[in-house]
Structures are given as C-alpha cells and as structure tokens.
C-alpha cells in the first residue's frame, strides 16, 4: 500500500495510507480538497490541493468522491443598502409565522 506524506498542524509531516486519506473533487474545476484523522493528535486535517495533486492521491488508490457547488445567486450590486426600515420589515416576517411558512413552502418547489 502507497504510503503518503501530509502535515497535520500541530504534529508536523505524518505518515499515512491510502486508506486513512480520502479526496473531495469539485466536477467543474478538477481541484479538491484531502482530508484525514491525524494519527498522532486524532485531529481532522482537511487541506485544498490542486488537479495534478488530486489526480497522484487517485492515482495512488485514495477514496474519492465528486461534488458540484451550489449555484450562488449573483448579488445585484446596484441593489439599494440594506437599512434599517429592511430591518423591521424582516423583524416583522419573522414575526409572522404564515408568512414565514410559506416563504419556506416555496423554498422547496
Ligand atoms: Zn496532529
């Protein structure tokens, strides 16, 4: 079994497996992130790396898995500041608890 060096951030390089290491790849841009349990600290390590180092960590046997991130809404920047009537206003929604159903109702199609 392939052994991989990383660095956790309290214990400095550790020695690992491709079994202790798994990968996160985002579909659109290649790059990812690893992550691991530190075997010293126990610590959660999660660390971003690029395609090519991605593609040695899959290469090399590490489970892997694909992600999409979600869309963002684009914000309108010619949108007037958020103020302080906006503020009561949404004091006001949440107040109100049909309303506030009923945004979530329509949050889900
Ligand atoms: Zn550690």
Redesign the pocket.
């Known amino acids: 079994m392939t052994t991989i060096r990383a660095t956790?951030a309290?214990?400095g390089d550790?020695e690992l497996t491709t079994a202790d290491v798994s990968v996160l790849i985002d579909q659109d841009s290649g790059d990812g992130t690893y992550s691991f349990r530190?075997p010293?600290?126990d610590?959660v390590?999660v660390k971003d790396c690029p395609t090519h180092t991605v593609d040695l960590l899959v290469s090399a046997g590490v489970h892997y898995a694909m992600c999409a991130l979600p869309n963002e809404p684009v914000p309108d920047l010619t949108a007037p500041a958020f103020d302080h009537d906006d503020l009561l206003e949404f004091h006001s929604f949440l107040a109100n608890d049909s309303l506030v159903a009923g945004a979530l109702e329509g949050l889900r199609g």
């Open positions: 956790c309290t214990c550790v530190c010293l600290c610590s390590v």
